[in-house]
């Protein structure tokens, strides 16, 4: 053997060494999160010491909100002077401790929003309107479509607000993608109730929009959100009381409910859902009553939404 080829055992000792002390290369990386601005820049060197000292290589520093509370005098936004005040310290002090850093494109999960971004280069969704024509009686030119909303925010008509209450200022953006005709269909269009009922005093969430009535549910609207004030419930398991809120939609004669959408608004979008005045969390049941003979006079609900789960309202006979 060579004298300079290392023997397998001097291989297998520095393969070893490299493992116990692996080099910068192939040192982990870990996701460095400064969450609703708490950030200072006395922590951000403890923060990269620390890391330093356990074998991290570097860090991605990461800008995110979801809520969390303050922990630092004045919050840190992103872009701020003191945002780039405290970039430069962890830049200088990843660069003395010989750690990489790396930094997101954007604040937030989305890495495409941003004021430097575009209203037409950013994110969207997908809105839309049904309008029925019929050929017969209508010439194309003049059938006028329903406008589509307009406004930013998570689902058709729902605004950013609704989801998350901070001081940010979103844009709004549309543009027509595309204009679909086909042959209609009774499954096509949703069922409108003759009558809409609660056994509770609904009204208007939003401030100053006053009380939305109970029959525009099913306009197809998803906002101004209604507050259905909750109501002592029937005694369930052990005798405890549970309450509730329930809406009731009436058709005129048996109907087949193929499926309920209900829009339930949550603080935070995509996790935390709706709760209860009490401790515990709101639960949700959906009954779908599908046809069936009825005697004359007796009304049939076609689809009862309990919030939260638990016995329906009895209805009395006749009603």
Same mark, same amino acid.
């Given at each position: 053997?060579? !004298?300079?080829?290392?023997?397998?055992?001097?291989?297998?000792?520095? #393969?070893?060494?490299?493992?116990?002390? %692996?080099?910068? %290369?192939?040192?982990?990386?870990?996701?460095?999160?400064?969450?609703? $601005?708490?950030?200072?820049?006395?922590?951000? +060197?403890?923060?990269?010491?620390? #890391?330093?000292?356990?074998?991290?290589?570097?860090?991605?520093?990461?800008? $995110?909100?979801?809520?969390?509370?303050?922990?630092?005098? @004045?919050?840190?936004?992103?872009?701020?002077?003191?945002?780039?005040?405290?970039?430069?310290?962890?830049?200088?002090?990843?660069?003395? /401790? $010989?750690?990489?850093?790396? &930094?997101?494109? *954007? !604040?937030?999960?989305?890495?495409?929003?941003?004021?430097?971004?575009?209203?037409?280069?950013?994110?969207?969704?997908?809105?839309?309107?049904?309008?029925?024509?019929?050929?017969?009686?209508?010439?194309?030119?003049?059938?006028?479509?329903?406008?589509p909303p307009s406004n930013s925010g998570p689902y058709q008509d729902v605004p950013f607000a609704a989801v998350r209450q901070a001081n940010i200022q979103v844009p709004d953006h549309f543009e027509d993608v595309a204009v679909l005709a086909f042959p209609a269909r009774p499954g096509h269009l949703p069922l409108e109730p003759s009558a809409v009922s609660s056994g509770t005093t609904a009204a208007g969430a939003a401030a100053g929009d006053g009380q939305r009535p109970l029959a525009s549910l099913s306009d197809g609207s998803f906002w101004p959100?209604? @507050?259905?004030?909750?109501? %002592?419930?029937?005694?369930?398991?052990?005798?405890?009381?549970?309450?509730?809120?329930? &809406? /009731?939609?009436?058709?005129?004669?048996?109907?087949?409910?193929? *499926?309920?959408?209900?829009?339930?608004?949550?603080?935070?979008?995509?996790?935390?859902?709706?709760? *209860?005045?009490?401790?515990?969390? +709101?639960?949700?049941?959906?009954?779908?009553?599908?046809?069936?003979?009825?005697?004359?006079?007796?009304? &049939?609900?076609?689809? #009862?939404?309990? /919030?939260?789960?638990?016995?329906?309202?009895?209805?009395?006979?006749?009603?």
């Open positions: 053997m060579p !004298a300079d080829v290392p023997s397998r055992d001097d291989a297998a000792a520095a #393969l070893f060494s490299e493992f116990v002390t %692996p080099p910068a %290369p192939a040192r982990p990386r870990v996701w460095w999160h400064w969450m609703d $601005g708490n950030v200072n820049e006395a922590g951000i +060197v403890k923060d990269l010491e620390w #890391l330093k000292s356990v074998g991290v290589g570097g860090v991605q520093a990461f800008n $995110g909100a979801m809520g969390t509370p303050a922990y630092t005098p @004045e919050p840190v936004a992103f872009r701020s002077p003191a945002w780039r005040s405290a970039m430069s310290c962890a830049a200088a002090t990843a660069d003395r /401790l $010989g750690l990489e850093l790396s &930094i997101a494109t *954007s !604040a937030g999960w989305s890495a495409t929003g941003g004021p430097w971004v575009r209203p037409a280069a950013g994110m969207k969704k997908l809105v839309w309107t049904t309008t029925r024509v019929s050929a017969a009686r209508v010439p194309a030119r003049a059938a006028r479509l329903a406008v959100a209604m @507050e259905l004030p909750m109501e %002592p419930g029937s005694a369930g398991a052990g005798g405890a009381v549970n309450p509730q809120a329930w &809406i /009731l939609a009436e058709f005129p004669e048996p109907t087949a409910v193929g *499926s309920v959408r209900v829009g339930l608004p949550s603080r935070r979008g995509f996790r935390n859902g709706p709760r *209860s005045p009490g401790p515990s969390r +709101v639960k949700y049941r959906r009954r779908e009553l599908h046809s069936r003979r009825r005697p004359p006079g007796v009304r &049939i609900p076609g689809a #009862l939404c309990n /919030l939260p789960a638990g016995d329906c309202p009895v209805l009395p006979s006749g009603s």
